[in-house]
Structure formats: C-alpha cells, structure tokens
C-alpha cells in the first residue's frame, strides 16, 4: 500500500478537539511537520498560553510549557536563555498576544530573541466566548460588540506584522492564510524556513496565520472561508514583511 501521508511523530495520537472548521489543527500539523523535517523532535520545546492555543500540550509530541496570559514570550524567554542549546517557539491566538500580552511580543521581537511565535488571528476571542479581540474587523459582530466594533470608540484593528516591523531587530515576519489548499502549501514553505531560522539560532522569527473561527463567528465552517477570504484578507493581506536570510544571501 502507497502511504500518502502519515501523522508526523511530533504530533501525539491524540484525535483534535477543535471546533469544526477550526483551522488550529492545520497550524498544529504545518508546525509538526517543519520540526520533524528539521530533525528537532528531541531539541524543541513550546509555549502556549491562555485561550483554545492552551490545548497545543495534548498535541505536539515534545515539551511544552503553558504561561499566563500573554506571557508566553516572556517564558520563552527565559527558557531560551537558560537552555541555549534548546530551541523554543510560542503558538499564540489574537486574543493573548495582541492584547494582554502587547508589551511581552513587542519587547521579545525587539530585543531578537532566539525564538519562533506563531499568531493564530481569528479575528475574535475564540476560548471564553466570542469577544471583541484587538484584530475584529471594523463593524463586525461579536458578543461584546452587538452591534459592529465602532472605531470611532474603539479604535482600529491591529495589524501585528506592520507593528513588529517598524523594530530593527527581528529576523523574520510574515503573514500567512490557511484559508484554501493553496495557501495552506504555501504557508508550510513558510513555516519550514522559519524553523529553519530558528535552528540555526538566527534570532526572532514571526509568522501570523489568517484562521477562522465558525463557532464564535456563527457561521457555516466551509462558508468561514469565504467570509475571511473576502473580509479578513483586504484588511489582513498576506505577505512577507521581512526575511534577513534572503537579504542575506542577496548580499
């Protein structure tokens, strides 16, 4: 018999537990299979926060850390420099990083520290119930913004990726979709090279993945593709912010 694919041993056998249609499990399996490839199964170790990002421990087949509240690069961090010779990422959702946990990602990213943080954006709080987070859309729904998120009063979504890329010292940014098989086979070269970089010790990498989430959203989990795709994606464009490696070898 042909083997197609086989579940990488860097994933537990533990089935998913995400919502139908959540895009968590595509993240978890991109960022399993870039470490197995890179031959990391024994070196890496992970941090996960508060939010549906929390569950990563029963999945990744590795070490794995939970922190507080947006806290997760700061215990990175510290692991990291305790450990050098380990390698670290965090996996993150909008929610943690880009609200409590602003000052931890934006002074990680600025001092380039050795790790890797994946930001799964929704658009949404997605674990405790479908509140407004940092990145909702302006005028979209959720349970703390009934009637459409109002930026005259609270202001505009954040574009994370624009805002690390203002500082001098990360190596690597980009955001990704994992909204179609297209995107998903593009964001695993991503995801690969990313893992690469972080092997080799070659400072703080950033990859945010555009996600969904059906449940909180209130819409159908093949039909939350589209809407992210025509609503998600205008605001939230894909594209690679900044890759030194490449400058790098240019150079």
């Given amino acids: 018999m042909e083997v197609i694919a086989k579940r990488p041993e860097t994933l537990t056998k533990t089935p998913f ?11 978890h399996r991109l960022i399993a299979e870039a470490i197995e490839e890179a031959g990391l199964i024994n ?7 508060v939010g549906c990002s929390v569950f990563a421990y029963k999945f990744f087949n590795f070490d794995m850390a939970q922190a507080a509240h947006g806290r ?25 990083l ?18 890797s943080v994946f930001f799964v954006n929704n658009a949404i709080y997605g674990m ?9 859309l302006p005028n979209m729904k959720t349970t703390t913004s ?13 574009r994370v990726c624009e805002l690390l890329d203002t500082l001098v010292a990360p190596y690597y940014i980009e955001r990704v979709s994992l909204l179609s098989p297209a995107d998903i086979i593009k964001a695993k ?16 990498t950033f990859i945010e993945f555009v996600s969904t989430c059906p449940t909180n959203w209130g819409i159908d989990p093949v039909k939350s593709r589209d809407w992210a795709k025509e609503n998600m994606l205008p605001f939230f464009k894909p594209g690679l912010f900044r890759d030194k490696g490449a400058e790098e070898v240019k150079s």
Avoid: W
């Fill in 146 to 158: 009934p009637y459409g998120r109002n930026v005259d009063d609270i202001g505009y979504p954040i």
């Fill in 72 to 96: 997760a690069p700061a215990v990175a961090t510290g692991m990291k420099r305790a450990r050098p010779d380990m390698h670290v990422f965090t996996y993150q959702g909008d929610g943690d």
């Fill in 98 to 115: 880009a609200a409590i946990g602003t000052a931890e990602i934006v002074h990680a990213a600025n001092r380039g520290e050795k790790m």
């Fill in 17 to 27: 537990t995400y919502c139908p249609g959540c895009l968590h499990g595509v993240a």
């Fill in 128 to 136: 405790t119930g479908g509140q407004m987070a940092p990145t909702t």
């Fill in 189 to 204: 070269k991503s995801v690969s090279k990313v893992i690469q970089y972080n092997k080799e010790n070659r400072g703080f």
């Fill in 43 to 49: 070196q890496m170790a992970g941090v996960a926060p």
